[in-house]
């Protein structure tokens, strides 16, 4: 399974946000990033889903 993180830089705490769908990443940071100023960071993140990990 592949998320999509974005995270801002500037909001404390730091907290990393995986969506499940590119498009809803990058229209968060965009609209984060235009309402707050903030810098925003994106990537992707491939995660097994075969192990005992909660969903
Ligand atoms: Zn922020």
Redesign the pocket.
Known sequence: MRYYIAQ?Q??RPVLPLPFAEQGKRDGWAST?SDF?G?A?TIRTEDREENNHAEH
Do not use: I, L, N, Y
């Open positions: 801002c500037e909001c984060h707050t903030h925003v």
